[in-house]
């Protein structure tokens, strides 16, 4: 089913050459979560280029007593394995060329606020982007990891 609405939404041509044009007219709506994932993942397999898999850091609120019965019930391992929608992913898996949108604003005067989309440009020690929407259009922005 996910093959198919990506097919009838952005073309097949279109996810292998990666045109900003592409994702700037389009968008794909769904009601569920689990959806909006299974539609990432494929598009992302769909892509030819090297990933890389950011991750963050769940930890039990140090302000807690932390003794070893609170480590046994929260592991570091179960709270990465949670999704929940108002909750970030443990992993964020990004390529180059794909779109991506900020989730929360970051320096506004750049251009980098909440609901701002992008293309991936590059990765390594930070993240350069080129801004598609908005009044930065065409602008490249530079994210470090914090």
Partial sequence: MIKI???ESISKFAIVVVSQAVFLRRAILCPRNE???DINEYIMDQLQCEDKTYLNCNPVCKATTINTETKMLYPAQLLNRLLFPVILNH???LKVGI???L???INQSDGLCNCARMTISTYKKFIKAQII???HVGYMVYIFQE
């Fill in 5 to 7: 609405i990506i097919v």
């Fill in 35 to 37: 959806t909006v994932r």
């Fill in 91 to 93: 992993k964020l898996k």
């Fill in 99 to 101: 779109p991506v949108m």
């Fill in 103 to 105: 989730l929360r604003n």
């Fill in 133 to 135: 929407t908005g009044t």
